[in-house]
């Protein structure tokens, strides 16, 4: 076994603190610092961080973001002894990781972690760890005091795939949302319906979260999160700007933490979050009933009067104000409504504005319609509609 090592834990979040006690457990010396002035257990904590490194062997580094790396690394730069290893177990932009890592030089060595509080205090974390060789057997023993190491490239790299390897985890909890609401507008009790979800795809995040879940709460729901929904919108945010790629996740993931009134809440939260109002739902309804009925009094109740309903007809771009577009209704259904189908396929509400789409099978024509949607004194109406017809 190795000698233990100073280590100096500047962050003590969630998953800081996870990790200064593990360590601590494990024989090592450590001196935590937060900002907060959060205590990890019984680990020893100072009020500065450059007290914190001024001993240390390995300076660990969890903090929540970039920016806040760069400039807590920055303000100890000075005291960290010359021979000591920067280790950043933070999830940052690989622009971020580079410049850390160039800053650094082979002193850098950068350690996202896959897994949460609970696999840190196991020892059952996977670590992603770019760096140089040495400076890798330095800190060898502290990651492996964490869990298991997959050695990456470079520092960017494994930023990178951090972010990469927390999208699933974001589309998992987007898809337990998603099939608990459905579940609810079934009518099915909630935990009949997680007992069947535990059992397929997503059966590791059900167990790991069913007392967040669960209908009533366990006593565990109202434990402290391991990781908050704050934190993962963060980390799909900044992987939407570093890969310059829409990513949804980010936004709803935001409009969850919204809706739970705190972005501290664990990601289960997420998964309990309401659907969308009916409210929201109406002008759309009313839209089904102009199609269904041909009555265009229903898209009058459907959309403002200033809106425009566009796309491309016969091969040429159009947009009708409202009244063009009623004019193109009888006020009586079409011969083969029996046989027309139209599925609302997307809502997202940002606030006093929201999105929708839909599809509608009209015969031998389906159609892609884009709307967005605004609430006013009057309720939610439709604001402009967009389309695609497929011939």
Known sequence: MKTPQTIAVLGLGHLGSAIAIRLAEQDHHVIGWTRSGRVAGSVETVGEPSVAVEKADVVLVCLFDGPACLEVLDRVRESVRPDAIVLNT???????????ARQFGPRYVHAPILGSVGAIAGGAARILVAGDAEAFDVVQPVLEALGGVLRIADAATAAALKLVANASLAGAVLALRDASQQAEALGLARNEALDVLELGQLG???????????????VSATAEAEFTIGALAKDMAVLAAASGRPLPAAAELRDAAGLAGTSEA?????????????????????????????????FRD????????????????????LDDY??????????????RTRRIDSVRVH???????????????????????VRGEGGWRIANKAYHRHG
């Open 266 to 298: 664990d990601i289960a939260v997420a998964v309990t979050t309401p659907g969308v109002d009916e409210a929201v739902l109406a002008p759309l309804h009313a839209y089904i009933r102009g199609h269904a009925t041909g009555d265009a009094r229903h």
């Open 351 to 373: 606030g006093t504005v929201a999105s929708a789409s839909m599809t509608l099978h009209h015969g031998t024509d389906t159609f892609t319609d884009v709307f967005l949607l």
């Open 326 to 339: 009623c004019a193109l209704f009888t006020g009586h259904p079409a011969p083969d409504e029996a046989t």
């Open 204 to 218: 590791g995040l059900v167990a790991r979260k069913r007392g967040f879940l669960a209908e009533p709460p366990s």
């Open 90 to 100: 933070s999830t940052i932009a690989p622009d971020e990781a580079a410049e850390l």
């Open 302 to 321: 459907a959309f403002l009067a200033t809106a425009h309903v566009e796309g491309i007809r016969d091969g040429a771009f159009v947009s009708w104000p």
